[in-house]
């Protein structure tokens, strides 16, 4: 006879007997989980030490072939600016080491190196702008005009322009030499740019920067800069403004030269400026520029190709 009792112990058999189950078949699911994502693991792991391999031998290439253009690059400028002055006017986020090997490249190649020009912070500082205006037009030696844009790159380089670079119709200064000396003074007391001592005015300017214009107000630093090395250009017989990688980005000052008519029709612009390469590629813009042509060097999408003469190459 079926009883209650029974009934009971037939139940719970068969929750039990289905409790088991879950059990041992969640055990089986895990551990091939388990097994499987172990060997997935493993199999990313050996694919992270192929790709980190694969990049240190990409790394010593580039540097390899980096060396090996710093080390002809003084062969390959050889005479390019020979007859020519150039003055170095560099950003202050320009590293000093880019400083050093432009200048001594631009003297391989002949050039005469009249001084240089350090640009402090507060010349592309967009809270400063009205302060800089009133600096501009108080040093603006006698017989020269500023320009009729009052954006601070162009004011800036309104005023640096025709203190650093003889006039490009007479090849005489555009600025005498006690009044270029209290402009580059007032400048320097202002926290806006210093001179080396004995500054000279040249024929050609070389304006060195360094790549993305980062933190506050970036957008418009990169702007300021573009937009003074363009007023730099138009003081004198030509400029090249030549920046590092990141550059030619849009929040650098070489893309924002690049993406302007206005700018990249006459202002020459390489940007990889770090490298022996891109060195190479400035002095060969300013050859340029001395023969009154303008053009858009590097590595970058927007560059015409690695230096002049090699426009459209892939």
């Known amino acids: 006879m ?27 699911v895990s551990e091939g989980l388990l097994t499987a994502m172990s060997g997935e693991k493993q199999e990313l792991r050996a694919q992270v030490d192929e790709l980190g391999a694969e ?18 690059a003084p062969m390959a400028v050889r005479d390019q600016l020979a007859g020519r002055s150039v003055v170095v006017i560099s950003s202050a986020d320009t590293d000093d080491g880019q400083r050093t090997a432009m200048t001594k490249l631009l ?32 040093l603006l030696p006698a017989g020269v005009q500023l320009p009729t844009a009052a954006d601070p790159g162009t004011l800036a380089g309104g ?26 003074s007032g400048l320097a007391g202002g926290g806006y740019a210093t001179a080396s001592e004995g500054l000279r005015p040249a024929q050609l300017a070389v304006v060195l920067t360094g790549g993305r214009v980062e933190g506050d107000n970036a957008a418009d630093r990169a702007t300021a800069l573009a937009r003074f090395a363009t007023q730099i250009d138009r003081s004198g017989q030509g400029a ?18 690049r993406v302007d008519p206005a700018m990249s029709s006459s202002l020459s612009t390489v940007d990889n400026a770090e490298t022996g390469a891109g060195r190479v590629a400035v002095v060969m813009a300013a050859r340029e520029q001395a023969d009154r042509q303008a053009g858009h060097y590097g590595v970058a999408s927007s560059a015409q190709g690695p230096v002049p003469g090699t426009r459209g190459a892939s």
């Open 2 to 28: 079926i009883t209650l009792r029974y009934h009971i112990i037939s139940i719970a058999a068969v929750f039990l007997a289905l409790a088991v189950g879950v059990v041992l078949g969640t055990s089986s």
């Open 55 to 72: 990049r240190a031998q990409l790394k010593a290439q580039a540097d390899a072939a980096d060396q090996f253009d710093t080390t002809i």
């Open 107 to 138: 003297r391989d190649s002949g050039a005469d190196i009249t001084g240089e020009v350090r640009l402090g912070e507060a010349l592309t500082d967009p809270d400063r702008t009205d302060q800089l205006r009133g600096v501009v037009t108080q």
């Open 159 to 184: 005023l640096i322009g025709p203190l650093t670079l003889v006039n490009p119709q007479t090849g005489q200064p555009q600025a005498a030499d006690d009044a270029r000396a209290a402009a580059l």
């Open 240 to 257: 090249v403004l030549a920046g590092t990688t990141g550059s030619a980005d849009g929040r650098g000052a070489v893309g924002v030269a």
